[in-house]
């Protein structure tokens, strides 16, 4: 690391809704960034190189990481999906990426794991990161699959890992289930700016919610990362609580994942 900044730092991803917005945020973090997707990203800018790249390529994969310091990982399919499209980028995908990282020697990965592994719990109940995951989907599944292929990672290479389980990360919380769970954009961008410079992470679980008034989550056993945010959801909540609640037994006023906990089967799926 030079002048404070990483070397080149690689965001996959980086055409998603999020990876656009990270485009932008983490260049300040480094030196150079590396963009990956599968889609077209344009042009790169100054400081910016693209390699598109499928996750589900292992040599592609391999390919990308190589020369890379760190790694913000925002890859893969980001909803709910049949099994067989979950399994190429998340799953595959997330074990050709540590892999990659083993043999280039990257000594940290931060991984956009999600809300939806503890997605089955009700609301109300107050979870921390020793909390048992209770997936809510094949999408919440992969991203559990995730986090214990970071663990695994960090104890048997040293390679280390922050675990974001990103809550509702948009532009402004929209329904009343993200007043708990909305992380703003300028403090997904602090929290992974934490989460690539802390040193002595080993391999740390966090919950990505901003300081919102009302939360289900404890960063306790996160608080090393020095993570403060700045962005409540709470001026927002006069707006959403105007509006017609939905029913009571709707999975989005019942569950911590919301409308996930009620998508599919997939039998029918194009």
Known sequence: MEDGRIGRLLLTGAAGGLGRVLRDTLKPMTQVLRLSDVQTLGAPQPGEEIQLCDLADKQA?????????AVVHMGGVSVERPFEEILEANIKGIFHLYEAARRHQVRRVVFASSNHTIGFYRQGERLDAHSPTR????????????????SFYYDRYGIETVSIRIGTAVAEPGDRRALHTWLSFGDLTELIRRSLLTPGVGHTVVYGMSDNRDVWWDNRLAAHLGYVPADSSEPFRSVIEARPAPAKDDPIMVYQGGVFTARGPFEDAD
């Open 135 to 150: 997936p809510d989907g094949y999408y919440g599944l992969s991203k559990v699959y995730g986090e214990q292929m970071a």
């Open 61 to 69: 994969v391999d390919r990308l990481v190589q020369g890379c310091d």
